[in-house]
Every structure is written in structure tokens, then in C-alpha cells.
């Protein structure tokens, strides 16, 4: 019933972009706070970026930050990451996750993969 998807992931060269899309069904998104993490064989999870649920307030991990935008369409009931300027230490598996504030994880979407390679 409640479910995030993420989709946008894929192989991308140095220096180009992604946007990634969490479409979530079975409830409204716009109630929540929904983050992006992601995580690499090897490395801990990593809180990337989140938008809050009560006043739409942003905020970035230090290593992507002035490189990534969250952003939100409530109408379309989705969250999207504009990821620009990538580096090969954003290669990663990314999940986005719903809860009342930022950085909880009460619903999580199974990950889509980033691969930013020469």
C-alpha cells in the first residue's frame, strides 16, 4: 500500500548529471519529510539531502552540497534529486525514505543505482 520508487539511476560519466525521482503511492507525500541516502559497498549509509515536510526547508550533506537539488512536486506526488557535477565518489545505490522530520526512515523505497564512471 505504501510505496516509494526511485528510478533516474544509471552510468554517467564524470562531471555529467542525473535526476533522480521518488514517486510515492498509498499515501500523500507532501506530509512528509523525505530523504535520500545512499550507500556504497563498503561505507556506511549516508544521509544526502532532505526536504522537510513542514516548511519545505532543504538541506545537503557537505559532499554534495552547491552540486545537488532536492526539490518537490506535490501534485505529482514525487520528490526529485538533480544531481550535476558528478564525482565517482557519488557511485552508490540511492534510497529515498519518508517519515515525519528529516533523516527518520518510516517507509523506504528499494534503491536505484548510480554508477559515475570513466
Known amino acids: 500500500q505504501v510505496r516509494l520508487v526511485e528510478s533516474g539511476g544509471g552510468l554517467v560519466q564524470p562531471g555529467g548529471s542525473l535526476r533522480l525521482s521518488c514517486a510515492a503511492s498509498?499515501?500523500?507525500?507532501?506530509?512528509?519529510?523525505i530523504s535520500w541516502f545512499r550507500q556504497a559497498p563498503g561505507k556506511e549509509r549516508e544521509g544526502v539531502s532532505c526536504i522537510s515536510g513542514i516548511g519545505g526547508s532543504a538541506y545537503y550533506a557537505d559532499s554534495v552540497k552547491g552540486r545537488f537539488t532536492i526539490s518537490r512536486d506535490n501534485a505529482k506526488n514525487t520528490v526529485y534529486l538533480q544531481m550535476n557535477s558528478l564525482k565517482s565518489e557519488d557511485t552508490a545505490v540511492y534510497y529515498c525514505?519518508?517519515?515525519?522530520?528529516?533523516?527518520?526512515?518510516?517507509?523506504w523505497g528499494k534503491g536505484t543505482l548510480v554508477t559515475v564512471s570513466s
Open positions: 498509498g499515501f500523500t507525500l507532501d506530509y512528509y519529510a
Open positions: 525514505a519518508a517519515a515525519e522530520r528529516c533523516w527518520d526512515h518510516d517507509y
